[in-house]
């Protein structure tokens, strides 16, 4: 069982940046995919963005390309959301995700770990 704690939401003006963390407690942690995603008050679930386990191939929600940047630390079995040019809309709780087998997915049902989630709040 692995299990995720993010860090680092808070409230933040619009055009602002926010980093988040997600720490796993995994001795394997290089072997997991790890995907970001968020729920709004009032809507679905949806992915944010993923990463390979060597941190080498990332791939975003069109609705954050080019704004929001995954990393990852291996070392420190740690992965990083960067959100830059924040808006009112990316405000909602975000959630870490690990799949040990690795499929890369942008799919909720292919990450069997999630961290409890943080909170992001943009102002207008």
């Known amino acids: 069982q692995v299990q995720l704690v993010e860090a680092g939401g808070g409230l933040v003006q619009a055009g602002g940046s926010l980093s988040l963390s997600c720490q796993a407690s995994t001795r394997t942690f290089s072997s997991y995919v790890m995907g970001w995603f968020r729920q709004a008050p009032g809507k679905e679930r949806e992915f944010v963005g993923a990463?390979?386990?060597?941190?080498?191939?990332?791939f975003y929600a069109d609705s954050v390309k080019g704004r929001f940047t995954l990393t990852r630390d291996n070392a420190k079995n740690t992965m990083y959301l960067r959100m830059n040019s924040l808006k009112p809309e990316d405000t909602a709780v975000y959630y870490c995700?690990?799949?040990?087998?690795?499929?890369?997915?942008?799919?909720?049902?292919?990450?069997?770990?999630w961290g409890k989630g943080t909170l992001v709040t943009v102002s207008s």
């Open positions: 990463i390979s386990g060597s941190g080498g191939n990332t």
């Open positions: 995700a690990a799949d040990p087998v690795g499929r890369y997915s942008k799919d909720a049902p292919a990450y069997p770990y």
